[in-house]
């Protein structure tokens, strides 16, 4: 089970972390590490870290969440620092978890800017964000990132039978750490076809009981002639 982790209960805490390495130092830099101490989650963050801080390696649970999005967010920065975000979507499997440090999906042609493709030649840092609505669940992925053009086999390995669309390359993600968030704030949709099918049982099940409410007036009918 993948379990998120909410903001720490306050603690006061005036001196900073000893020169440990943790896995969730790639996002908790000494600057964010004073801002925590400042207003009282630092001490609660250190408890986290000693006990194991965060996944670097993709867990089979992970590993599922991934299999079952429809949609994820691809945030890279450019030579510049100046940061872009991606949405990129297909039907659950687009995805792909290829090992337990690798994410791959295919990159479909689209509005042709290429400024995803562009910043990574730049700079290969890169960062994946999962948001499941409907059940509230969000996972922060840590890493970096390359495109792999030209590579068919690849391609064929990725691409989905039967989804419209016109793959053009190759996005590997390698993973250096990852956090599942708490679920609050996060508003609960659902996919279309998911109430689409709910819709269709219900109404499945009206017709049959309408069709047993119909049977039942015909055998009272018949009884009270009897």
């Known amino acids: 089970m993948i379990t998120p982790v909410c903001r720490p209960t306050d603690f006061e805490k005036d001196a900073m972390d000893s020169a440990t390495s943790y896995a969730s130092d790639i996002a908790f830099t000494d600057t964010v590490k004073a801002l925590q101490a400042r ?5 609660g963050y250190a408890r986290m870290e000693q006990d194991g801080s965060w996944d670097t390696a993709i867990t089979p649970d992970l590993a599922a ?3 079952t999005q429809t949609s994820v967010f691809l945030a890279t920065a450019n030579a510049e620092d100046q940061p872009h975000i991606q949405h990129r979507g297909g039907p659950p499997g687009f995805l792909r978890v290829l090992d337990e440090r690798t994410i791959a999906f295919v990159d479909y042609a689209g509005n042709r800017q290429y400024i995803t493709s562009g910043n990574l030649l730049d700079n290969p840092k890169a960062f994946l964000f999962l948001i499941d609505y409907a059940h509230r669940r969000r ?13 068919e086999a690849l391609l064929g390995q990725l691409m989905l039978e039967d989804y419209k669309a016109r793959p053009e390359q190759v996005v590997l993600f390698t993973v250096s750490a990852w956090d599942a968030n708490c679920p609050q704030h996060i508003p609960q949709r659902f996919e279309a076809a998911d109430v689409a099918a709910a ?24 009884l009270q002639h009897s």
């Open 65 to 67: 969440f991934v299999a």
């Open 199 to 222: 819709l269709a049982g219900r109404d499945t099940r009206i017709a049959e009981l309408e069709a047993e409410i119909s049977q039942l007036k015909l055998l009272v009918q018949s």
């Open 139 to 151: 996972i922060k992925i840590w890493g970096t990132a390359r495109v792999i053009e030209g590579d």
């Open 39 to 43: 207003k009282g989650s630092r001490r």
